[in-house]
Each structure stands twice: as structure tokens, then as C-alpha cells.
């Protein structure tokens, strides 16, 4: 073989051995992209095997944390009521509340306002310590944020308060957040203006949505049993300053709005913005003596039965306040009771306390109640006492030792059908995971 021949026959040889020598490495780094890929996604899918304050990588990006409609709604259990409560935050906090109960609360609610600043929107370290003291007792927080000025409300502020709720999620405090509750009565100052409140909440959901899926959005008014709430039909100088919101407010027609209007429809956002629909739904006393609640309060109230006995205008359109139905059921979507209990008229005559409250824990919180309205998924009881007017009125379950037992005896015999923090678990697509 000439020399020629023999350079040639090298050259092709050591071509051979640098495209072999490639070859196996670019093989060898799929293999280990591969291994590194499963481990990733086994790490993933353990996340959901967490406790739920675990803190979780959240990226819209994967496809792992992309949440899938159509099923549960975020944050939703499959099937049970998770059990809440309002804490007054000082001197009670959620780590008390569970120590008088001997459990793990699945959530904890509280209240902040949102102001028209881009700098500092709510109270960040105020935020940032109510979202400790629930990761330190476990559980999810029910925020409900209160916008000042709703109109106001600019795309800085929703870009900075919905990178904070995310920052929060990522760190292991899941949110259900109520956002402008109770929009369908004069006490707040977006209330009886749907054409405000409804772009507004769609534009924080929207926001909300796009950068965490581990914040849901609970829509939810006042109970409409009594509504419109004025002592007269069309009584409220709010319903009928701006054509435009009593045009939308008006839904019967007639001019005003008054007990045949609908209290709920007219202030919905729509379904692809509401991961949760809820009331604020008591038992209120107004006067002494202190009674125990009607058998069928509960009900009544949720679904517009009997109405008229409670003080409901003759012309009330029941069919309209049959919230559960029109909004659970319907619109398949998990319902909370976002402020709940019975309040007790302190220092005055009749009932018990006790009877006042068992009266209402046994109508919200039995197993017949919970297996009719499977869509009941969050129940939380009002932890306070409040001045109100002439009396002082006491909603807490667990603040006095004689209620606490025979509350804590009530849920025991509940069991499985009442969701506790310690059997919750999360992933970054928003699913809440429950264990036996």
C-alpha cells in the first residue's frame, strides 16, 4: 500500500473513531437527561404527596402544574367538608384554636384591605405574619381582601398583590381568597354596583390565574334571604344613583329593586373566573331573649323556603334565592359557607348558649345535611365577639369549655365526612389530595 493509500485509510479510520466517539456521547447525555427528567418528575409527583404546608415549586410552565377544567374545582376536595374558622388574631390565633380542639383546622380566615397603591397594596408584613401563623398550624388561608376604592384598583396593584399570594404559595400557604365579599349590600363601598365589581374581580382572577394555581377565587355574597336589605323596596339611594347598575340590578323589571329582583345573578362574574362560590350565612339575633334557631333555618335561608316567616317581603321570588342549587349545583362548582355561626345575645334571657349554638352546628354539620349537599366543601365558624348595637353577640365554638365538648363530641361523631389539616396534601396544579 503507497503512502497516499495509507494516509487516505487513516484519515477515514480516525473520521470513524470521532464520529463513534460523538455518537456515544450525545447517547450517553440523553440517558442522563433522561435520568435526571424522571427523577425531576418523580420528585413532582411526590410533591403531591406532601402535607399541605409544604413549601411547592410553582411554574406555569410545566405542564405538570397546569390546571385542568372540567374536573375539581382549585383547591377542592374530592368529597368531605373542610373545617374552618375566623380567629380574631389577637390575642387568638390559628395555633390556639387547634390547641383548644386537639385538631388540625383545614383553614384559617382572615381579613386585610387592599389599597390603591403599587408599592404596598396590603399590608405585607401584616400578610406575611397571618401566612406564618397558618403554616405553623397548618392549613389553607381564607383571605378575605377588601378593595378601598374597587374602581380604583390598577393593574400595578393586581400585578404586586398577585405576586405576593404567589411568593406565599410557593413557600407552603395554600389561598382561597375571597376578594370584595358580600357585594350585594350598601355596607361595603362597592356594594349594588355590579357594572364595578364584576370587571374587577375578573381582572384580579384573571391575574390570579395566570401565576399560581394554588390560589383560588371564592365568590361570595351575603345571603339574599332578605334581600335587597332596605326597610322599603327600592329604599337604598345606592340602587338607583347610576342607571346603569339599576338597569342590571332591576331584574324583574319594574323600576326598583325590591324582593322579586334576583340578589345574586346580576353580581356574577361568570364561571371561568369563580373557582368557588360561598355566602356569608348566620344565624343573627336581633333582639332578646335568646332563642334556638328554627329546625329548618339552615335550609331555608340556603335554598329560599319559607321565607316570608323569617320577614321576607309576600312579592319575595324565592325560586331566585335558592342559592345552592343555582350555584353549586348548576354551575358545578364547590361552595363554602365563608362566615358562619350563631351568635349569642351575651348577659341576656332564654336559650342556653349552648342550645343556641348546637341548635346551629346540628343543622350545618350532620350527616344527613352533608350528604344532601355534596357541593358543601368549607364550613367556617366565626371565632368572635362583637358589639352590635344594644347587645354583645358571641359566635366562638371553642372558646368555652362546656361548648367546646359538646362541639368536639359532635364533629368525633362526624368523622371521615370532616376534612382536618394533617390528612391534606397540594400540587402546583391546584388539586387538593386527601388521605384515610
Known amino acids: 500500500m503507497g503512502y497516499q493509500s495509507r494516509r487516505l485509510f487513516c484519515g477515514i479510520l480516525f473520521w470513524l473513531k470521532t464520529t463513534f466517539a460523538v455518537a456515544l456521547a450525545f447517547a450517553i447525555m440523553a440517558v442522563l437527561s433522561l435520568r435526571v427528567y424522571t427523577k425531576h418528575?418523580?420528585?413532582?409527583?411526590?410533591?403531591?404527596?406532601?402535607?399541605?404546608?409544604?413549601?411547592?415549586?410553582?411554574?406555569?410552565?410545566?405542564?405538570?402544574?397546569?390546571?385542568?377544567?372540567?374536573?375539581?374545582?382549585?383547591?377542592?376536595?374530592?368529597q368531605g367538608v373542610l373545617m374552618g374558622y375566623s380567629p380574631n388574631w389577637n390575642p387568638d390565633v390559628p395555633t390556639t384554636i387547634n390547641q383548644r380542639l386537639g385538631r388540625r383546622a383545614a383553614v384559617f380566615n382572615t381579613f386585610m384591605r387592599l389599597v390603591n397603591d403599587p408599592v404596598n397594596p396590603v399590608d405585607?408584613?401584616?400578610?406575611?405574619?397571618?401566612?406564618?401563623?397558618?403554616?405553623?398550624?397548618?392549613?389553607?388561608?381564607?383571605?378575605?381582601?377588601?378593595?378601598?376604592?374597587?374602581?380604583?384598583?390598577?393593574?400595578?396593584?393586581?400585578?404586586?398583590?398577585?405576586?405576593?399570594?404567589?411568593?406565599?404559595?410557593?413557600?407552603?400557604?395554600?389561598?382561597?381568597?375571597?376578594?370584595?365579599?358580600?357585594?350585594?349590600?350598601?355596607?361595603?363601598?362597592?356594594?349594588?354596583?355590579?357594572?364595578?365589581y364584576i370587571p374587577a374581580?375578573?381582572?384580579?382572577?384573571?391575574?390570579?390565574?395566570?401565576?399560581?394555581?394554588?390560589?383560588?377565587?371564592?365568590?361570595?355574597?351575603?345571603?339574599?334571604?332578605?334581600?335587597?336589605?332596605?326597610?322599603?323596596?327600592?329604599?337604598?339611594?345606592?340602587?338607583?344613583a347610576d342607571p346603569a347598575n339599576l338597569a342590571l340590578l332591576d331584574t324583574n323589571g319594574n323600576g326598583i329593586v325590591d324582593a322579586g329582583d334576583d340578589p345574586y345573578m346580576p353580581y356574577y362574574p361568570g364561571d371561568e373566573?369563580?373557582?368557588?362560590?360561598?355566602l356569608s350565612l348566620y344565624y343573627y339575633q336581633d333582639a332578646a331573649p335568646n332563642a334556638v334557631p328554627k329546625a329548618t333555618f339552615f335550609d331555608d335561608y340556603l335554598e329560599g323556603q319559607n321565607l316570608v316567616a323569617y320577614g321576607a317581603d309576600a312579592n319575595v321570588n324565592l325560586a331566585l334565592r335558592n342559592f345552592y342549587q343555582r350555584f353549586a349545583v348548576e354551575k358545578k362548582k364547590p361552595m363554602a359557607l365563608s362566615e358562619s355561626?350563631?351568635?349569642?345575645?351575651?348577659?341576656?334571657?332564654?336559650?342556653t348558649e349552648l342550645a343556641v349554638k348546637q341548635g346551629w352546628?346540628?343543622?350545618?354539620?350532620?350527616?344527613?345535611?352533608?350528604a344532601r349537599l355534596t357541593q358543601l366543601?368549607?364550613?367556617?365558624?366565626?371565632?368572635?365577639?362583637?358589639?352590635?348595637?344594644?347587645?354583645?353577640?358571641?359566635?366562638?365554638?371553642?372558646?368555652?369549655?362546656?361548648?367546646?365538648?359538646?362541639y368536639n363530641a359532635h364533629l368525633t361523631q362526624l368523622g371521615a365526612a370532616v376534612l382536618w389539616a394533617n390528612k391534606l396534601g397540594v400540587s402546583c396544579d391546584g388539586s387538593l389530595k386527601t388521605s384515610a
Not at 420528585?43 to 399541605?52: N, S, T, V
Not at 373566573?273 to 360561598?278: A, I, R, S
Not at 355561626?341 to 336559650?351: D, I, R, T
Request: proline content about 5%; hydrophobic content about 40%.
Open 41 to 78: 418528575k418523580d420528585a413532582m409527583d411526590e410533591r403531591a404527596k406532601q402535607p399541605i404546608n409544604t413549601p411547592i415549586a410553582i411554574d406555569p410552565a410545566n405542564l405538570g402544574c397546569q390546571y385542568q377544567p372540567g374536573g375539581l374545582a382549585r383547591l377542592e376536595p374530592a
Open 124 to 196: 405585607q408584613n401584616m400578610l406575611d405574619w397571618h401566612a406564618a401563623e397558618v403554616i405553623n398550624a397548618g392549613g389553607i388561608m381564607a383571605l378575605t381582601l377588601e378593595p378601598i376604592d374597587m374602581l380604583g384598583v390598577t393593574d400595578a396593584v393586581i400585578d404586586k398583590v398577585t405576586d405576593h399570594f404567589r411568593r406565599l404559595n410557593a413557600g407552603g400557604c395554600p389561598i382561597i381568597l375571597r376578594y370584595g365579599h358580600e357585594m350585594n349590600g350598601e355596607w361595603t363601598n362597592y356594594g349594588y354596583r355590579p357594572n364595578i
Open 201 to 240: 374581580f375578573q381582572k384580579m382572577a384573571t391575574a390570579v390565574h395566570a401565576k399560581t394555581n394554588l390560589t383560588a377565587m371564592l365568590w361570595s355574597p351575603n345571603v339574599g334571604a332578605l334581600y335587597p336589605f332596605t326597610a322599603t323596596a327600592g329604599g337604598s339611594t345606592w340602587q338607583t
Open 273 to 278: 373566573y369563580v373557582d368557588w362560590v360561598g
Open 341 to 351: 355561626g350563631a351568635g349569642y345575645l351575651m348577659n341576656q334571657a332564654g336559650a
Open 361 to 370: 352546628w346540628e343543622q350545618t354539620l350532620n350527616t344527613a345535611t352533608l
Open 377 to 406: 366543601k368549607l364550613i367556617i365558624n366565626f371565632e368572635e365577639q362583637k358589639n352590635e348595637a344594644a347587645y354583645v353577640k358571641n359566635w366562638a365554638v371553642t372558646t368555652k369549655p362546656e361548648i367546646l365538648a359538646a
